[in-house]
């Protein structure tokens, strides 16, 4: 199954809010409410920041948020700080095939 | 905590078995999840097993090749991959799997297919 749709940058100064979307379909992101982000710094391993489009996991700061509209899931990071610079990745359930299925990745990067 | 081992280099063809081992946690109540990434690629989900180890699911690019297993007295985690691909290099994390939320991960481990 074909990866969900991210962009593949985005960036943004400290202090600055940015959103990254993720484009899938009415078989996983549209369909479901089973939208996970997931940040990852390089040589480490990815770490979950929001789980069922909007809620975030203990200890995530509430900076993070996620939504989700039609076939089209959302992260939002504001307030911009400089350890946010990390590649992003959302993952959606999916009833074709696959179990899950993730996104491309986007890389953020701040200014 | 989630660790995994027995990653390395391997031929085309060939056959290695990758493990991981919970603590800290219940780990029979938790479904669990492989997921890989190539050298400088993006994450892709491979297989879940279900937390009595009764149910699997495949992604069709490992699916009749690779399988998972648990031994939920051990609190272990098993893939077996068989005819192995060079496109199969990557690095192999296990994760706790609720739908589409891997909660836990693994540190990774690097397994390396050469032509």
């Known amino acids: 199954q074909s990866a969900l749709a991210q962009p593949a940058s985005v960036s943004g100064s400290p202090g600055q809010s940015i959103t990254i979307s993720c484009i899938g379909t009415s078989s996983d992101v549209g369909g479901y409410n089973y939208v996970s982000w997931y940040q990852q710094h390089p040589g480490k391993a990815p770490r979950l920041i929001v789980f069922d489009v909007s809620k975030r996991p203990s200890g995530i700061a509430s900076r993070f948020s996620g939504s989700k509209s039609g076939n089209t899931a959302s992260l939002t990071i504001s307030g911009l700080q400089t350890e946010d610079e990390a590649d992003y990745y959302c993952?959606?359930?999916?009833?074709?095939?696959?179990?899950?299925?993730f996104g491309s990745g986007t890389k953020v990067t701040v200014l | 905590q989630l660790v995994e081992t027995g990653g390395g280099l391997v031929q085309a063809g060939g056959s290695l078995t990758l493990s991981c081992v919970g603590s800290?946690?219940?780990?029979?109540?938790?479904?669990m999840t492989w997921v890989r990434q190539a050298p400088g690629k993006g994450l892709e989900w491979v297989c879940v097993i279900n937390g009595r180890g009764g149910s699997t699911q495949y992604a069709d690019a490992v699916r009749g090749r690779f399988s998972i297993s648990r031994d939920n007295s051990k609190n272990t985690l098993h893939l077996k991959m068989n005819s192995l691909r060079v496109e199969d290099t990557a690095t192999y994390y296990c994760?706790?799997?609720?739908?589409?939320?891997?909660?836990?991960w693994g540190q990774g481990i690097l397994v390396a297919v050469s032509s």
């Open positions: 993952s959606s359930f999916t009833s074709r095939s696959s179990f899950s299925v």
């Open positions: 800290g946690f219940m780990f029979r109540n938790y479904d």
């Open positions: 994760a706790t799997a609720n739908y589409a939320t891997f909660e836990f």
